[in-house]
């Protein structure tokens, strides 16, 4: 199915893919499909409804809800357990339970919270009707300590009790614990939980994609074409809790491969009214100078005017002004008579970077509740971050074909191609934005309880790229000192015609290019559940619809100016030199800093005046189109059962997924210029089925130990699904997506055994398993035959016969699925106050978490040897194998102070191709990955009460300051790039009240 796209014109005349009014006519159909899902989920509970058994009408309700003596905050998660019994249940969101199908007769009710002192209250039920048992717990806390403490562990005891009494397996850190950290955004705040060391959303080195970002419970759009959701643009001053889920059940969404991060924003909590005021600024040090200084302001509100009604309203402002430093160098393998095959550099670079971002929050909720039996709830998000990264860099390009011996370029008879220096500085503009809405209710009626919700959620992002070159003239020679590779120095060779390092009179201006990138997603969300209890649990089923619309692409403008212009004749900051890493050496300096929004303003004046190539634009933004449609649609059943100690839960879960993909099929001529693009689209659809096991065995009443299976699913990238075809004749290539990857579906197996501790901590040591089939990845081929269908179209309907290819000896690049994957790992952690301590040590804490994480993965690659036919398997992408979390916290009084060190193994960037190694001893082919180095950072916060409502807060970061160094195959003999980043101090003021 082919279909004409229009292009409507964007900022400077660009085209983007809009299908209005099939996206229109196409939610109708979809919505209307939703509609029938939950008709059909009503008609289901009616039945259940009416076939209910009459030994209902011999039991009764218990209702009521559980609240802090203290402050009247509700308490979420409270076990309501009827004595000598298994009937019981946990307090809501809201502190509120409902216990049913409680026999008529006397009972005496038990009621604990982790931090507090439990308390047993006997009860009455009447045949047929309602009784009510409201609490107040009084907490356990140590009375005396200040009041910070007890709002800490306040905070964190909700958060565990949650964690303690559901029935799978989750991490959830409170906005008080986030507190004693540094980190200002969501991002960081997850690396501190166990397996989250991997960077962003990224759980178990499974990859960011992989995991379902939700806020508040709606799904978050994306904001990449990686379907990755940038969670580092969420100030951490918004977050009441971060929940990071590591089974799902079947009420869940399936496309949850890795688990799902759910971002829950500062709410009213009990019936007081609260405010949270934040200021504060700092600096990151080295880099002060051109990036400024930080900002941070948040206000978070929250009231119930009326004992039905509660609102909570956050804002937040934050500037995160940083910096960087990095060396590059890039090598190539050259033979030589004299020494045989050697490593030569192929590319020399210094950068100094420096970003400033702005981020700007703001959320809503409010919850109302006309009666005992129904609560409504309205919650928004929203949230931009405007990013402006400059970029300055000096760079010695080398002609490999210029070396006469491993450390030395020319002298050559012909000279035409020597080296250059290049002053390139770059200006990087990104806007963020993510908004989400949910509109909701739960009805808590007699049988079963139900509840539904709609939502929004909206990701979207431009970049701006402004790129400039300068170069001198092509008459130079090098010599190169490799004796330290990390701090290599290349000096003007006695030969060359240039030997001095030129003045800015001399950096002509060669070129200027000019990108522009969007991506839009917005995901639209329903979901209608129904819960119903019987004496040994509660069964639970319904039905859900997610219709995603994205669309994204790019665009190139490069081109030449109608006069040559030089460094001189750019707007310069005064006196303004870089010597990276403070090395004095002409070639580690930057001599010139230019002000790149002066720039920006000259190139948006002359725009008219410049020689942009038409034929690069359209093949930019011919080969970036994507425009997808996916709906998921899915209907689940489960429930649980408790005997005593043991409890399981089971059930099932089904999704139907239709996907349309558009894009453009474009050919390049043997000029490289463009020959033309036609539509090209596809459509897939299928059914998977989800099948979900958890047990969960009490050894007390604190410790569990628990045993899940669970299946979920990860959908390959839009790039990767898009029919987007390049043909380029120039260089005899064809670059295309593949519409028909399989998903990738993961088998997985998790055990953990956890113990808690009452005065608020715990203690755990878990294990996991992920068998993955259908793994993506990028697959490079020589072209030799093509099988032709009996339409006469190349690959994807049943073979007729082979015939030679009109691309016989073109190099194809794609994307495959793999054979399989696997996933594997442990985790441990323990936090707790240190009070069974004598004297002063009993004033410390301890938070700790281990994760060990290694993959394999099966990417197409072969033994470098023909004659071997083994299969060589991969680590996944950016996991790294050891992550450490430890932090030692102290408090006495009104003083409170906590140093932390996060600490993680090197991972794998990239893969790379089959190479030559000829500094290694073997002198053999090898698969050159690209790695990152360790990550370490060693934090400390403090915080000093000035008064009830006053406290003094300060962060400092990056106390190491350890260069990061990135490298090839070996860390000693290619190392490629090495970056060092500043300190950062922090300080300000918070009210509370």
Do not use: C
Not at 219 to 235: H, Y
Not at 569 to 594: C, D, Q, T, Y
Not at 729 to 748: A, C, F, K
Not at 850 to 862: F, L, N, Q, T, V
Request: glycine fraction near 8%; charged fraction near 20%.
């Amino acid at each position: 199915m082919a279909m004409r796209k229009e292009y409507p014109e964007s900022k400077k005349g660009v085209m983007s893919t809009t299908l209005l009014s099939r996206r229109v006519w196409n939610a109708r159909l979809h919505l209307l499909k939703l509609r029938g899902l939950v008709a059909r989920g009503l008609a289901i509970v009616l039945l259940v409804t009416v076939m209910a058994n009459d030994a209902a009408a011999q039991t009764g309700v218990i209702y009521g809800e559980v609240l802090d003596a203290a402050t009247g905050e509700t308490l979420p998660g409270a076990s309501v357990v009827i004595e000598g019994t298994t009937h019981g249940t946990a307090t809501d969101i809201d502190g509120r339970y409902t216990l049913r199908a409680v026999p008529a007769g006397d009972h005496v009710l038990v009621f604990s919270y982790m931090g507090y002192i439990s308390q047993e209250f006997p009860i009455t039920v009447v045949a047929g009707e309602r009784v009510m048992q409201n609490v107040d717990l009084q907490d356990d806390m140590i009375h005396g300590e200040d009041i910070l403490i007890v709002a800490q562990q306040r905070g964190q005891a909700r958060a565990l009790t949650r964690q303690r009494q559901s029935i799978n397996i989750r991490n959830i850190i409170s906005a008080e614990q986030m507190d004693s950290f540094v980190d200002q955004d969501v991002s960081g705040a997850l690396s501190r939980i166990a397996g989250m060391g991997h960077g962003g959303a990224n759980i178990r080195g499974i990859g960011p994609a992989a995991s379902n970002i939700t806020m508040d419970g709606q799904r978050m759009g994306s904001t990449g074409s990686d379907r990755s959701v940038n969670l580092g643009t969420i100030s951490a001053d918004m977050v009441q809790e971060l929940d990071v889920i590591k089974v799902i059940t079947p009420d869940m969404d399936a496309e949850s491969m890795s688990g799902v991060i759910n971002v829950s924003t500062r709410r009213p909590i009990g019936g007081q009214r609260t405010m949270n005021i934040r200021v504060g600024g700092g600096y990151q040090d080295r880099f002060l100078r051109y990036a400024g200084g930080d900002q941070r302001a948040s206000i978070s509100y929250g009231e119930s005017p009326t004992d039905n009604f509660s609102y909570g309203l956050n804002l937040s402002y934050q500037r995160v002004p940083s910096g960087n430093e990095r060396n590059t160098v890039s090598w190539e393998g050259r033979t030589f008579d004299d020494v045989g095959r050697v490593d030569v550099v192929s590319d020399f670079r210094n950068r100094f970077q420096y970003d400033v971002r702005d981020r700007y929050g703001a959320s809503l909720q409010m919850t109302f509740q006309p009666t005992e039996r129904s609560t409504y709830h309205v919650q928004s998000m929203f949230n931009y971050q405007d990013q402006e990264t400059t970029s300055h860099t000096q760079r010695y390009t080398v002609r490999t074909e210029r070396y006469t011996s491993q450390i030395q370029t020319g002298p050559m008879q012909y000279v035409a191609h020597a080296n250059t220096i290049q002053y390139e500085p770059s200006l990087d503009e990104r806007g963020t934005h993510q908004y989400t809405v949910q509109v909701g209710a739960r009805h808590l009626l007699d049988r079963f309880d139900m509840e539904y919700y709609v939502g929004w959620g909206h990701g979207r992002l431009r970049r701006d790229d402004y790129s400039y070159v300068y170069r001198t003239a092509p008459m130079r020679d090098w010599i190169f000192n490799l004796d330290d590779r990390r701090h290599i120095t290349i000096e003007h060779a006695p030969h060359s015609e240039q030997s001095l390092f030129p003045h800015a009179g001399l950096m002509d201006w060669d070129s200027k290019v000019y990108r522009i990138t969007h991506h839009r997603d917005n995901e639209f969300t329903g979901k209608l559940d129904f819960e119903r209890p019987y004496r040994l649990g509660k069964i639970k089923f319904g039905a859900s619809g997610i219709m995603s619309y994205r669309t994204g692409w790019g665009e190139r403008f490069s081109g030449s100016y109608e006069r040559t212009m030089t460094v001189r004749e750019m707007p310069l900051k005064p006196n303004a030199r870089w010597n990276v890493f403070e090395r004095e050496h002409e070639s580690w300096g930057i001599p010139w800093i230019a002000d790149l929004q002066k720039m920006k303003d000259m190139f948006e004046a002359q725009f008219p005046n410049y020689q942009f190539s038409r034929d690069a634009w359209l093949i930019e933004v011919e080969n970036s189109i994507y425009d997808t449609e996916e709906q998921t649609y899915g209907t689940y059943v489960m429930g649980n059962v408790d005997f005593n100690r043991f409890s399981i839960l089971g059930g099932v879960r089904v999704e139907h997924y239709r996907n349309y993909y558009f894009g453009r099929e474009t050919r390049i001529s043997e000029e490289g210029r463009y020959m033309g693009a036609g539509d090209v689209s596809s459509s897939t659809d299928f059914t998977n089925i989800f099948p979900n096991l958890q047990m969960l065995y009490a050894l007390g009443r604190m410790t569990n130990i628990r045993l899940a299976y669970s299946r979920s699913i990860g959908r390959p990238t839009f790039g990767q699904l898009s029919p987007n075809i390049q043909r380029n004749y120039r260089n005899e290539t064809i670059r295309e997506g593949n519409p028909n990857l399989d998903p990738m579906l993961s088998n997985n197996l998790d055990f953990i055994i956890e113990h808690y501790f009452m005065n608020v901590g715990q203690l755990s040591l878990g294990l996991y398993y992920k068998d993955m089939s259908n793994f993506v990845y990028q697959h490079t081929e020589i072209i030799r035959t093509e099988i032709v269908d009996d339409a006469g179209n190349g690959g994807n309907g049943i073979p007729d016969e082979e015939e030679e290819s009109p691309y016989e000896g073109w190099r194809r690049t794609t994307f495959l699925n793999g054979e399989e994957a696997t996933a594997y790992g442990i985790e441990t952690s323990w936090q707790q106050r240190l009070e069974f301590l004598p004297g002063f040590l009993g004033n410390f804490g301890i938070y700790a978490n281990y994760a060990y994480a290694m993959s394999a993965a099966d990417i197409g690659r072969r033994h470098p040897d023909p004659a071997i036919s083994d299969t060589i398997m991969v680590r996944l992408r950016n996991q790294r194998p050891h992550v450490v979390n430890a932090g030692l916290s102290y408090v006495q009084g009104r003083f409170n102070s906590q140093i932390t060190y996060q600490w993680g193994s090197p991972s794998i960037s990239s893969y790379g191709s089959l190479q030559w190694v000829p500094e290694i001893h073997q002198r053999h082919r090898e698969y050159f990955d690209a790695y990152r180095d360790a990550a370490n950072n060693l934090s400390m916060t403090v915080r000093y009460r000035i008064s009830s409502n006053f406290r003094i807060w300060a962060d400092a970061s990056n106390m190491l300051n350890n260069r990061s160094v990135a490298y090839n195959f070996d860390r000693d003999y290619y190392p490629i790039s090495q970056t060092l980043s500043g300190r950062r101090f922090n300080m300000g003021l918070r009210y509370t009240f």
